[in-house]
């Protein structure tokens, strides 16, 4: 199973960018997903989590602007930030929780990270 995130890049105040992360792998299902963000020296902190219900919890320092979305069809869970201010700047991870089949095709549920991708709020 591989967590591949992208979209991130240079913006500047106001504007948007939409990140992507995308589940492979022998999927069974996919349960719990959601967006980190970390800056040098600070812990990882949660920007958005999904429940595999559709139930969000957003950060309150991004409520209103951040939007949490998923297509299952594609495993694919998106990040829409909209009014992006400096303080946004971070590297962005994706988080998931992945049942799949093992080798001996038995189910097993673990939790996976994206590598990251950086978003640079600057003008």
């Known amino acids: 199973v591989q967590l591949q995130a992208s979209g991130g890049g240079l913006v500047q105040p106001g504007g948007s960018l939409t990140l992507s992360c995308a589940v492979s792998?022998?999927?069974?299902?996919?349960?719990?997903e959601g967006w980190y963000r970390q800056t040098p020296g600070k812990q990882r902190e949660l920007v958005v989590g999904?429940?595999?219900?559709?139930?969000?919890n957003y950060a309150d320092s991004v409520k209103g602007r951040f939007t949490i979305s998923r297509d299952n069809s594609k495993n694919t869970v998106y990040l829409q930030m909209n009014s992006l201010k400096p303080e946004d700047t971070a590297v962005y991870y994706c988080?998931?929780?992945?049942?799949?089949?093992?080798?001996?095709?038995?189910?097993?549920?673990?939790?996976?990270w994206g590598q990251g991708t950086l978003v640079t709020v600057s003008s």
């Open positions: 988080n998931a929780d992945v049942t799949y089949y093992t080798d001996y095709n038995h189910l097993k549920t673990q939790n996976y």
């Open positions: 999904i429940s595999s219900g559709g139930g969000t």
């Open positions: 792998g022998r999927i069974w299902g996919i349960n719990a």
